[in-house]
C-alpha cells in the first residue's frame, strides 16, 4: 500500500497529487467504480439519524455558479456541510460580475481564501477549465455550457444502478435537445465507460448523430430500460433560430407520454423539467419516475466526489469517520 500515515484511529495512504473532475473523459471504469461504491456508502451513512460525518473537517468548497441552478449547488453545498466542509457560495448574479469583473480575476479573489475545491457553472465551455489553470484549487465542473456535466452523468449511473441492479447492457433512449445538452454528452460518455447503450431520439435538427446512433422515430423509446428525456434548453437556442416549428408541436412528436411508454419502463430527467413539453405531467409524477432518486443521488454522489477529489483513496466510509 506505499506510505501510510497513522490519522486518528487509521491508517490512510499519502495525498494524491491535484486532480480535477472537468470532464467524463478524466475518468475511466475503475475511477467510476470507485464513485458508485463510495456513493453507496455516504447512502447507507444518510440513512442514519446523525447525517454529519467530520471527514472533511477544515476544508472549504468554493461555490461559483454564473448560471441557475437549483439540485446541482444545494447538493453541493449539503454535500460539504455533509461531510463537514466549509462552504462558500458565490453567485454571479449580485457579485462584482455585475461591474464588468473577468472570470480569471473572480477565481482568483476567491482562491485567495485558498478553497480546497472549486465547483464552477459557466455558461462559456471550458470555463472549469480555465479556473484549474487559474488557481490552485481542485475543480469539478458542474457545468460549461453544452460542453460536459460529468457529476450529473454519474449521480444518472447511480440511479440506473440502483434501480436495475447492473448496468453491462442497459439500453438508454435519451429523448429530446441533445444538441445544446451537456446532459447528453456526459451521460453518453458514461454510460460507454461501464458498457451500456445510448440512443439519441428526437426531432432531426436537435440530434448528434456522431455523438450516439441516433433516430427521429419516438416510438423506439419503446425498446429501451431507461427513457431519459432532456429538457428544452430554449435559453440555448439562437434568437431566430427555429430548431423545431413550435413547443406544441415538439410535445405532440416527441413529448414523453404514458402512452409511449411500455407498462413499468423507467424514466428520468436531471431537471428542471418542462411538463407538457418534453415530459407529461403524469409520467414525471408516475411511480416509475426516477426524478426524486436523481436528487437522492445527486447529494451522495457528490459527498463521493468531494471525498474522492480530497482525500487519499478508497477508504469506506466507517474508516473515514475513524480518521477524521
Ligand atoms: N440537473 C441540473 O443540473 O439541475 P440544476 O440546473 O437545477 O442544477
Known sequence: MGDLRVVGH??????????????????????????????R???????????????????????????????????????????SADTLTVKAAG???????????TAQTLAAYEPDVIVVRHPEVGAARFVADATSARVVNAGDGKHQHPTQALLDLYTMREALGHLDGVQVAIVGDALHSRVA????????????????????????????????????????????VLRMQRERMLE?????????????????????????????????????????????????????????????MRMAVLYDLLTAGPVPVEAAVEVA
Do not use: C
Not at 480535477?20 to 475503475?30: E, V, Y
Not at 457579485?95 to 480575476?105: F, T, W
Open 10 to 39: 487509521g491508517l490512510v495512504p499519502p495525498p494524491r497529487e491535484r486532480k480535477h473532475l472537468l470532464s467524463i473523459a478524466d475518468l475511466d471504469r475503475d475511477d467510476v467504480e470507485r464513485l458508485l461504491a463510495t456513493a
Open 41 to 83: 456508502s455516504f447512502a447507507l451513512s444518510q440513512a442514519r439519524e446523525t447525517k454529519k460525518l467530520p471527514t472533511l473537517r477544515g476544508r472549504l468548497v468554493l461555490n461559483l455558479f454564473y448560471e441557475s441552478s437549483t439540485r446541482t449547488s444545494s447538493s453541493f453545498e449539503v454535500a460539504a456541510k455533509r461531510l
Open 95 to 105: 457579485s462584482s460580475v455585475d461591474k464588468g469583473e473577468s472570470l480569471r480575476d
Open 185 to 228: 454528452r456526459s451521460l453518453v460518455q458514461a454510460l460507454r465507460l461501464v458498457g451500456a447503450e445510448a440512443t439519441l431520439v428526437g426531432p432531426p435538427s436537435l440530434l448528434v448523430p456522431e455523438l450516439a446512433p441516433s433516430t427521429h422515430d419516438i416510438a423506439a423509446i419503446s425498446d429501451a430500460d431507461v427513457v431519459y
Open 240 to 300: 431566430g433560430a427555429n430548431f423545431v416549428p413550435s413547443l406544441r408541436e415538439y410535445a405532440a412528436r416527441w413529448g414523453v407520454t404514458p402512452e409511449r411508454l411500455r407498462p413499468g419502463q423507467l424514466v428520468m430527467h436531471p431537471g428542471p423539467m418542462n411538463r407538457g413539453v418534453e415530459i407529461d405531467a403524469r409520467v414525471a409524477d408516475s411511480d416509475t419516475s426516477l426524478v426524486v432518486d436523481q436528487v437522492q443521488s445527486g447529494l451522495v
